[in-house]
């Protein structure tokens, strides 16, 4: 996910990070 990715691959605004 490109959108509120969290670069720690953590839970974002938008859900879980998928790195």
Do not use: C, F, H, L
């Not at 996910?1 to 998928?18: D, F, I, K, V, W």
């Amino acid at each position: 996910y490109e959108e509120g990715r969290e670069e720690e691959g953590g839970t974002t605004s938008q859900g879980p990070a998928t790195k």
